[in-house]
């Protein structure tokens, strides 16, 4: 009896797969462009990954979970813009999308999805990327500016370098791991921001929050000149920092911090309302 | 030198010509300068204040005490303090109390900044000194952006909406206190921009 029952389950856990895999529907778009195109992705439920292509290939693979979505796409000159077209009865389940890219490496990438995730990596090209809750994952981007706008989605980014990173982030944690270039800006309200790295040699980084944590962990060697202030929250300090030459505000006890490391070639900026701050030597 | 040593003999160099490192270090430094030029300022402003009255005799006592305190003077070897006053000569004392509350104001913010020092790990501030965040709503534009969005959306960009807004009331409020703080002008600029992206994100969504 247990047997039968038991069989009676798969058979019906098969059925749902067999009629799910036969529900969804697999697309494919295949365009050349010219260097530094422009590709956009604009995703309502679903991921979306794009990583670079070997040559002037756009080549988008889309699984489209139902009936209820269909995917618009065009090519005008060497802009590709792809968009998931939600019909009657859609929903965040029965419309969802999965896109992966390829794209050349110098292209221009512009992702929108509501709930990701959202994955990037291996650019040189401007890198734009927006989300309501959807994780977002940006690593091995050089020589191109990154942009995250996000509501509540951790955003992680490693190896960027050479070129602006500017992230704003209402709830969602940010974390960046061996991020560098002339300006790096994160905005958050409640969420927390940590950096790992050394700051490069020679940018301004900029991390403020209203009520989310700020941490930065820092190798011995970095060159930096760091500010550090929390209106209401708790600093704490523990790189050996150098006296400023020069400060335009009076130090804080417990609220602020002000020094400089090695030759201070970067300028940092860590500022919160309410949150806590904390500098490590990694 | 840097601002934390010149600011050590801040006392000293509010009456008299800064020389050596001090004044090569007053022509590099506007914050220096700017900090001096105030001290001077207010030091000459204190002439002209025309007072009757001359101060109590417990006033006296509480600057010296405060001043001993700081360390910024010693315990007088002769009964009555050096700062009590002579009272055919008021004025004079009078200006020696203007100096002595400013060089009490100075001997604070300098004992402040040599605690923050570099590798130092800062102790816990009173919870009592906390002050909560402002309680967050929503204006008539939020919920008028609100409806527009689908239902599964609507609760995740009103407590984004409610978190910004209250980042951008906690701004204010700051800035409402002080006006010529520029963190708290950037707070507010950095509130805004959020509130931005929310709406921005929003717009996408109800299209």
């Known amino acids: 009896m247990v047997t039968k029952q038991r069989v009676g389950e798969v058979a019906v856990v098969v059925v749902a797969c067999v009629i799910a895999v036969a529900a969804s529907e697999k697309k494919e778009f295949k365009y050349t462009v010219g260097p530094r195109a422009s590709v956009t992705i604009n995703n309502q439920f679903g991921p979306v990954s794009v990583k670079p292509s070997a040559g002037n290939q756009v080549i988008i693979t889309a699984i489209l979970q139902s009936n209820k979505v269909e995917v618009d796409d065009s090519k005008i000159g060497d802009r590709v813009e792809l968009k998931s077209h939600l019909l009657q009865g859609a929903t965040p389940e029965n419309a969802r999308v999965e896109y992966e890219a390829f794209v050349p490496a110098d292209a221009s990438v512009s992702i929108h999805s509501t709930n990701g995730p959202v994955r990037a990596e291996q650019l040189h090209g401007d890198l734009t990327l927006e989300g309501d809750t959807a994780t977002m994952e940006v690593h091995d981007i050089s020589d191109a500016h990154v942009h995250v706008n996000s509501l509540n989605g951790p955003i992680t980014l490693t190896n960027i370098h050479n070129g602006h990173v500017e992230i704003s982030s209402v709830g969602g944690d940010v974390m960046l791991n061996s991020v560098t270039g002339p300006l790096v800006s994160v905005t958050s309200t409640t969420g927390k921001i940590h950096y790992d790295g050394d700051f490069g040699i020679g940018g301004d980084y900029k991390l403020t929050s209203h009520s989310g944590d700020i941490e930065a962990i820092i190798p011995a060697d970095a060159s930096f000149d760091v500010t550090a202030k929390s209106m209401r929250g708790d600093v704490q300090n523990d790189f050996p920092l150098q006296p400023k030459q020069h400060i335009t505000f009076l130090p804080e006890k417990g609220r602020s911090f002000v020094g400089t490391a090695g030759r201070a070639a970067s300028s940092v900026l860590l500022r919160t309302v309410s949150g806590k701050i904390r500098l490590k030597k990694r | ?207």
């Not at chain 2, 160099?13 to 490192?21: S, V, W, Y």
């Not at chain 2, 001096?36 to 006592?61: F, M, Q, T, Y």
């Not at chain 2, 800035?175 to 717009?203: C, G, I, S, T, W």
């Open chain 2, 1 to 207: 030198m840097t601002c934390t040593d010149f600011q050590d003999k801040l006392p000293d160099l509010i009456d008299g010509e800064a020389a050596g490192e001090h004044a090569a270090h007053l022509k590099s430094c506007a914050a220096c300068s700017d900090l001096v030029s105030d001290l001077r300022a207010i030091a000459s402003g204190a002439k002209v204040l025309c007072s009757a009255d001359e101060p109590s005799p417990r006033v006296w006592a509480n600057i010296q005490r405060a001043l001993e305190a700081e360390g910024l003077v010693r315990t007088p070897r002769q009964a009555g303090g050096v700062l009590t006053p002579a009272r055919r000569h008021w004025a004079p004392a009078w200006l020696v109390a203007v100096a002595a509350l400013v060089l009490v104001g100075f001997g604070v913010l300098i004992y402040q900044n040599r605690l923050v020092q570099p590798t130092q790990v800062a102790k816990e501030t009173p919870a009592t000194l906390t002050i909560a965040t402002p309680p967050a709503t929503l204006a008539d534009d939020d919920l008028q952006l609100l409806t527009q969005l689908s239902p599964a959306m609507r609760d995740t960009y009103e407590t984004n909406l409610k978190d910004v807004n209250a980042f951008i009331q906690d701004a204010q409020e700051s800035l409402a206190r002080n006006p010529n703080d520029e963190d708290a002008r950037h707070f507010l600029m950095d509130a805004y921009q959020q509130k931005e992206v929310v709406y921005q994100l929003a717009m996408d969504r109800t299209q």
